[in-house]
């Protein structure tokens, strides 16, 4: 089964400053992995996502990610963060799609606060 | 560039009552899938469908059901419903099993009164 830890549920940054979300995974099989922002009573937003091609992923609005499978991990950065970025981040994984698997896991979602 | 259509936006039900939510995937999008987000709480997968079969199922209760149409589109249905089905349903739509992504709609909010 697959899964995924998000430390921290609320992180806050000044304006300007760097953005650093957690994600740490757990699965069986290869994951594909994925980071969705949510904006308040809004939709899931695809920010970037992992299908075992490059390491390093490049996402909307500056974000970018980095599989590291010898540490499990897929953390969230953005060099300078934007009060436009608050918002709630989830990480999420589902089984590549040979196995059949295909529903998203989320983890439990972490709050990004700016302040000026 | 189309997204992923729901209605109704916003539904109001009494206990026991039943409701149906409609989701129209992107054009060529063959995978539809059904979440539920309670309050504060992150989104937990229900059900899928591909080709217009059941492809997955997750946490849905025996009360719910859901299909896809020749056209794509997906329906859930609820039925008894109870207090506890308050929250947002989102419907999300991919190409080819998912593997390029999740593409949500702008969710459904459902309160039971």
């Known amino acids: 089964a697959q899964s995924v830890t998000q430390l921290g549920s609320h992180v806050s940054v000044s304006e300007g400053a760097l953005v650093l979300l957690r994600c740490n995974y757990s699965?069986?099989?290869?994951?594909?992995l994925f980071w969705y922002v949510q904006y308040p009573n809004q939709g899931l937003q695809l920010l970037l996502k992992?299908?075992?091609?490059?390491?390093l992923v490049k996402g909307i609005n500056g974000f970018e990610a980095e599989f590291k499978k010898s540490e499990t991990s897929f953390h969230l950065t953005k060099p300078s963060a934007h009060m436009s970025d608050a918002a709630e981040y989830f990480c999420?994984?589902?089984?590549?799609?040979?196995?059949?698997?295909?529903?998203?896991?989320f983890g439990t979602g972490t709050r990004l606060l700016v302040s000026p | 560039a189309a997204g992923v259509i729901q209605s109704p936006r916003h539904l109001i039900k009494e206990k026991r009552e039943t409701a149906t939510l409609k989701c129209y995937p992107i054009?060529?999008?063959?995978?539809v899938y059904w979440y539920q987000q309670g309050p504060g709480q992150d989104p937990q997968f229900l059900i899928s469908?591909?080709?217009?079969?059941?492809?997955d199922k997750g946490s849905i209760p025996d009360r719910f059901s859901a299909q896809q149409f020749s056209d794509y589109h997906s329906e859930l249905n609820m039925s008894s419903l109870e207090l506890g089905d308050s929250a947002l349903y989102f419907c999300?739509?991919?190409?080819?099993?998912?593997?390029?992504?999740?593409?949500f709609g702008p969710g459904t909010r459902l309160t039971v009164t």
């Open positions: 999420a994984v589902s089984a590549p799609q040979n196995t059949g698997f295909q529903k998203l896991v």
């Open positions: 054009p060529r999008h063959d995978t």
């Open positions: 469908f591909y080709e217009k079969m059941q492809s």
């Open positions: 992992y299908t075992s091609a490059a390491t």
């Open positions: 999300a739509s991919s190409p080819s099993r998912g593997a390029a992504g999740q593409y």
């Open positions: 699965s069986s099989v290869p994951p594909y």
